[in-house]
């Protein structure tokens, strides 16, 4: 029996068809495809500008570098998070620190992002946990009194929304931010294989990101520093910054492009599995299921159930794990909050007990399978495998 994974890709003969399309072609890098899928972007979440790169990863790095990040800074983002989302603070020599997360939705919570602003902070990094959009209208009212940037981390909620006033906002439009960041690795909402993209209004951040995708060099005239530009032809580029080779290829581009056409219908899927699985699982006396709160529609991009007793959690949570492997379900804890990792602690002297709400989530929570593909049968394998998880001893 083959195991049912947590999160899959779909792919069809289209996506095929276009990234064949491109191997044909003159380009596989640094052609048409690029600026064709950050059109496609921009037009689905309403962003101004986007800037594809070689995974979220480097979206996260280049946003960070964008946003003037540097050593002797602090950074604040969750602790119920990817690594990355932590992580590129270290690349450019700041200090992530943690604010909790609110419990229900388990998104950083506003007022304890207050509680961490110092006169060293330079950006916030809110991460739209699970899809669910976290509070953004209150992150950036907060961050702006305090001229803090504001890096969306939305790698799970491409395709969710939330209101403001009357109207419904695509998260990743960063209207509420300076720049959004996505992932397209093969678990997230659309894939291109490894990738990633950084959304802004602004065109000086644009401009910048784009700089740093390619080795900090630019072309474009009205950057240019150096006296030696009056003698340069068309050859002529500069480099006034250091960049990376961060870059999407246009095979990636054309699978993206392919894949963004079908996002609707993913989630619309996604939506519906949730919808099934909170019928069937909330009647389950042990465990707790996610939230949505009413003005979001979240992008479901993972379904953590959590243990709900207090005691014991941790040992119930480990059985409700291994009884799901042991029947095929191929669960997933996210996450283990990143300041209990041992570079954390080792570095920035971060300790269990420091992020109360956090840490508790993490003793209850495990994720179920969740994702377009999923067949009707596998979803009553594994409430069925939750079901006899809550019991297992
Ligand atoms: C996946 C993910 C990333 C990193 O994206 P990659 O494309 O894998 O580099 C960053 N933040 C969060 C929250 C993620 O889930």
Redesign the pocket.
Known sequence: MKAIPYGHQWLDKSDIKAVVKVLKSDWLTQGPKIKEFEKALCGYTGAKYAVVVS??????HIACLAAGIKAGDEVITSPI?????ANCAVYCGAKPVFADVQYGTFNIDPAEIRKKITKKTKAVIP???AGHPADVKAIHAISKKRGLTVIE?A??ALGAEYRTGKRWVKVGSSRHSDMA?????P??AITTG???AVLTNSKDLYEKLLSLRTHGVTKDKKQFHSPAKKHGGAWYYEMNTLGFNYRMTDIQAALGISQLKKLDKFIEKRRRIAERYKKQLSRIKGIEVPVEEDDVRSAW?LYPVRISSDKGSEIKRKKMFVALKEKGVGAQV??IPVHLHPYYSRRFGYRKGMYPVAEDYYSKAVSIPLYPGIAGKDIKRVIRAVREGVDAR
């Open positions: 995974s979220g990863t480097a979206a996260l998070t990817f690594l990355a989302s991460v739209h946990f981390d790698a799970h960041i996505l992932s397209f690795h678990v997230k490894e990738g990633g991009h996210h996450y």
